[in-house]
């Protein structure tokens, strides 16, 4: 089979750009779109299925215009893929994933280096320990080893800039909307406690719970809505319904269209996050909601996206009673955050739009400044 189209002789010719990445969410789809609207047949999209995680919901690659790649682990976390190697080697520029734990990421990374061809790798800029830990080392030396690096924040790349001056290094911050997606709904009444995501334990929604229950009946009318699936799903569901305040909680299910979504964040006070921080942070900005956050957890890099006393406030982590005083707070100055949604709207459309992410990926692929 020939991943590439043919040229006039009847011959397979190789994409001038080329994203290979172990998986793409479902949350990518607006970015291979905008990605695929920038860069037209010189691009060509990879990517590997099933995702590191169950709890993971791949991105419909066909639909989407995605070739699929098989995925392997061993270990859990060292990736092999069955790989279109001469796509990969020949291509003009190549995006790979910045990850030490992928064999083939070396390899080619190496190959097209002593090749003298484009390899930008895209991922994490530093180990979710920090640019000081140990297992930073080793992806050190891949950051080096690339052409040039694409990173999650401008933060991010602009400290990578400053250890590797002369490389190329683009940010394409998280994004999962079109600017022109990101409204605030002007809607009367506001009900809703939030959380959007995963439901994994290092999420802890069921933090969130118990501090729920805890403050309840401070909050009349207020309800719990836990949107998202994963293995801790049935435990908490379970643990809701034996609660004074069961016919308070809801289990909506897993939600990702961007339509359904509305009218929940429409009717939503405050999202929190109980855990670290992912993307759901730029979603709950995205529609004007503010957010509750962990304040000492290792978040991921979307928690540059909070602006204190703008669009967030944090509570102590791990402390449920903190958590609960939160919610009351949230509740109680509800009016406030309300007259602040548009503004807070517009800060997220200016730094974590789908246009901006593509911007950095396209001009990481064409070198262009």
């Not at 037209?40 to 169950?54: C, F, H, N, R, V």
């Not at 891949?142 to 683009?170: C, H, K, M, N």
């Not at 290792?298 to 944090?314: G, L, M, Y």
């Not at 958590?323 to 807070?344: D, K, S, T």
């Amino acid at each position: 089979m020939s991943h590439g189209r043919l040229n006039r002789r009847g011959e397979a010719k190789q994409p001038r750009f080329v994203i290979a990445v172990a998986s793409l969410g479902d949350y990518r789809g607006n970015v291979v779109k905008a990605l695929k609207r920038r860069l037209g047949d010189k691009l060509t999209i990879y990517a590997g299925g099933p995702a590191y995680s169950e709890s993971i919901r791949l991105l419909d690659y066909e639909q989407a215009g995605v070739r699929r790649l098989r995925n392997y682990y061993l270990k859990g976390d060292v990736l092999l893929q069955q790989l279109p190697w001469s796509a990969l080697l020949c291509a003009e520029s190549l995006i790979l994933d910045l990850n030490p734990r992928v064999p083939h990421v070396w390899l080619i990374t190496g190959v097209r280096r002593l090749l003298g061809r484009r390899t930008m790798l895209w991922g994490h800029a530093w180990p979710h320990a920090g640019p000081g830990a140990r297992s930073d080392r080793l992806r050190g030396l891949l950051r080096r080893l690339a052409s040039g690096l694409v990173a999650y924040t401008e933060t991010q790349a602009q400290a990578l800039r400053d250890t590797l001056p002369g490389r190329p290094i683009q940010a394409a911050p998280n994004a999962l909307y079109p600017a022109h997606d990101m409204r605030f709904e002007l809607t009367q009444q506001r009900f809703r406690i939030l959380y959007v995501g995963r439901i994994v334990a290092e999420k802890k929604a069921d933090l969130l719970i118990e501090a729920f229950v805890r403050v309840a009946d401070r909050m009349s009318g207020v309800v719990l809505t836990i949107v998202g699936d994963g293995p801790e799903r049935a435990a908490l569901m379970e643990r809701a319904q034996a609660s004074a305040v069961a016919d308070r909680i809801e289990f909506p299910g897993y939600i990702s269209e961007h339509e359904r979504l509305r009218p929940i964040y429409a009717e939503t006070i405050v999202s929190v996050s109980p855990g670290y921080v992912g993307l759901s942070v730029t979603q709950s900005l995205s529609f004007g909601v503010p957010m509750l956050i962990s304040r000492d957890e290792r978040h991921s890099p979307e928690i540059e996206a909070v602006r204190p006393d703008f669009n967030a406030e944090f509570f102590e982590t791990n402390d449920a009673d903190a958590l609960g005083a939160g919610l009351l707070r949230f509740v109680e100055h509800a009016h406030v955050w309300r007259h602040r949604g548009p503004a807070i709207v517009e800060d997220c459309a200016a730094r974590y739009s789908v246009e901006r992410m593509a911007e950095g990926l396209a001009l990481a692929l064409t070198g262009e400044q």
